[in-house]
């Protein structure tokens, strides 16, 4: 039983957050701008990119040696045709610059909301989480506080490999606002 | 009946010639260096990176006025942790700078070769090939030359979009190599 705690209570917030719970965690939700004091092992920034950087230069020290996920998706919302973090960084990279005691992590960006609610795509496909970061014991932390919750983890390797996980999360966006699929659906993993 | 001029032997240009065979165009096969005379309508590169860059530079004017499908990841192979085209850049791009005549589409690159063989990820889930290109026509042109090969195309956007669609394609061949997932699975799309 792990303490997880979720910045940002949209859609992605409560998908993952009621993840955390159905596995048998405690979750507690705070807005981006609240300043919690009593921070569990693991935290979630589930908020848009800009509030992700925030909460790290404004909680940097409350964040020393936990692990925080960054699930953000950093495009330019006004064109939806370009990422606004550095072409050869990622949003993952940028918030652990800010963060060097705390285990940065890139995770839930390729899954839309839906289906970590549904934990399915399709019929009857497995939602798999990827997962990078350059401490892999956080992966196997993370793996097991979401067994139970039907959610399957993979790991993505390291933090760097969140520039490919954001083109992938971008791109699933781009096709599903284009309607080539629904936000629904996605992309999903065959091992 | 279209006529496809395939650059590239290997398991990628067998499993791309051979399902536009079995829709029901010609194709007929040439190594990179050979001098194509009588080109197809659609000319697909399934070469490495290098050598894709290398056909556009001595082919330029064969390629005038053709669609020309660049499949490349553009990796370097000694790190497997990197791509070697210009971050905010793409294989496609670079190579759709020396041909300005021709019609450029990236895909086939996020398919690993033996799905597009077996054209099924797992038991029984589709196979859908995305393409990104600035003249969605060829989207369509392809699409048709595709049909009955029992692969899908998804319109992936412009051209631009090849710089995710590499990245993902890089990040698939990590997890392939790292043994998250085999190279007989990959990412599937569920619509």
């Known amino acids: 039983m792990t303490k997880i705690t979720m910045f940002g209570k949209g859609n992605m917030g409560q998908a993952i957050g009621q993840s955390f719970e159905q596995a048998g965690n405690i979750v507690r939700y705070f807005a981006s ?6 921070i569990g092992d693991i935290v979630v920034l589930a908020v848009p990119y800009q509030a992700a950087l925030e909460i790290a230069k404004e909680q940097r020290e409350r964040l020393t040696a ?4 960054d699930i953000s ?3 330019n919302f006004e064109t939806f045709d370009e990422l606004v973090v550095p072409s ?6 940028e918030i652990a610059a800010l963060l ?8 839930f960006n390729t899954n839309f909301a839906s289906t970590l609610s549904s934990k399915k795509l399709g019929t009857n496909h497995p939602v798999v989480v990827q997962l990078a970061t350059d401490d892999e014991k956080a992966v196997e ?7 139970g919750s039907g959610l399957q983890v993979i790991n993505a390797g390291k933090l760097k490999r969140a520039r490919e996980l954001e083109a992938m999360g971008f ?4 096709l599903a606002a284009s309607e080539q699929i629904s936000w629904n659906g ?6």
């Open 186 to 191: 996605g992309f999903g993993i065959f091992q």
């Open 88 to 93: 050869d960084s990622s949003a993952a990279q």
């Open 66 to 69: 936990k692990i925080v996920i």
């Open 100 to 107: 060097p005691d705390t285990t940065v992590v890139k995770g």
């Open 141 to 147: 932390v993370i793996r097991k506080a979401l067994e």
């Open 33 to 38: 701008k609240d300043l919690v004091d009593d």
């Open 73 to 75: 998706n950093p495009l």
């Open 171 to 174: 791109l699933q966006m781009t």
